[in-house]
């Protein structure tokens, strides 16, 4: 049984390791496929929506001013097994976002993941 | 807490922990159960006549063809040694679009390659951004049959009576009739009705009706199509003379395959292969498949919000 317990996991473990953002609503054609940036910010609104969640937020930019990001996640029944929900943000509370930004250069990303102030983390994948 | 549950438990919460930052993958709803969670197991004989039953795709989450379209469902693929099924992975290192291209084109007419050039896809290796895409699905619009089963095909449910099978399907919460009370499909496809009962009427879902070849196998042929759909995320064309074949067959107890095939003599010049066997693995009855209703007042706002600075359509600040 143990064996099979460690056998499983390292599967989950492999596959999750190895997979990379596919398509869904929409594919990969805005996004600079493998660039990550992370930005701690401040929220200002979150949508639970279809086609896909956005979560908006000002971060301070780096000449000092506040710049509004926004970032997309899959829709509702895709992010739920993630640890997110239609409740987890309230405009005020401090994130920490990983995404992978558009390549215009635009403060526009999906996320990739959210980091709480308590440690939490909030985790996505790309389909959908 | 069961023996049975603590496998996928443990898997779940490791994959869950273990997650890197830098790459990303279709998360598992609690719940269901795929083929590599039970590795050992011997499964039951197949009912007769029964293809009942609350079905999800048997090698993972997001098996299937996804965005990539149809005869591309391996591309990209990347293969992790020693893992039994890493299909919805993409290779870090491939191409990405260009390793879209399927390597056997489907047998386009003239005319149905040039429809396939005149439709713009978000997915596949002639992607673009959304809002430069005239996929006529995103607004909400119907992506029809058998779109749905082309793309995201997800946890669906069957339902059989002594008249019909219907499927109920997660994306989009859409569902079909397969009647099986013997009834003959219109036999004018461009102009389809089920009789005099009804004004001809060409369908986004088609006309269906269904029968079993053996004791195992059903099939459904479908047609009465209106041409306002595509194929697949890929953009593959189709017309109002469209007839599709879908087949289910179970293969035992817990797993059936699926499989569509596209005849259309206007877009392509034989019948055609676009989803081969897609094995699906029975689910409790139980499972509450997640509502996913596509809600257009929300995608209005997700294009104004999102889609068009993506596309740098405003003047969103730079970072």
Known sequence: MKKRLVTTAALVFALQ????????????????????VTVKGTV????????HCLLSFDAKGDDGSVVHWIAETQPPRSIVPGGFGEYTFKPGDEVTVTLEPVKNGRPVGRILEVVLPDGTKLITGHLD | MPRRFVAPMVSLIAGLMFVPITTSAQLRQPGLVYDFDRPDEKPAPPPKHDI??????????????????????GSCEYKVPGVPYSGYAYDPKAPVPDCLRPAVE????????????????TEGYRMVPSVE????????????????????????????TRDNVVILYELNKKWRTIWTDGRQLPKNAEQPTW?????????????SVGKWEDDYT?????????DKTWIDNAGLPHSDALQVEERYHRVDRDHLEMTIIIDDPKMYTKPWVALNKLRLRLQSP????????????????????FASPAAGKDATKQP
């Open chain 1, 44 to 51: 200002t609104k979150w949508f639970w929506a279809n086609p």
């Open chain 2, 286 to 305: 139980s499972f509450d498949i997640p509502e996913e209703e596509c809600s257009p007042l929300e995608t209005e706002e997700y294009n104004k919000m």
């Open chain 1, 17 to 36: 390791m190895a997979s990379v953002p596919i398509f869904a609503h929409h594919g990969n054609a805005e996004f600079d496929v493998g660039k990550r």
């Open chain 2, 133 to 160: 895409s005239n996929d006529p699905e995103p607004g909400c619009n119907p992506q029809g049959f058998p779109r749905i089963v082309l793309h995201l095909f997800r946890t669906s449910r069957i339902i059989q």
């Open chain 2, 52 to 73: 009942s039953g609350v079905w999800e795709p048997a090698l993972g989450p997001g098996a299937g063809i996804q965005g990539k379209g149809a005869l591309a469902m």
């Open chain 2, 106 to 121: 489907p047998p386009y007419t003239a005319l149905g390659r040039e429809t396939l050039l005149s439709h713009v896809p």
């Open chain 2, 195 to 207: 009789g005099a009962l009804y004004a001809p009427e060409s369908r986004w879902w088609g006309y």
């Open chain 2, 218 to 226: 059903f099939v459904g042929e479908s047609n009465g199509f209106n």
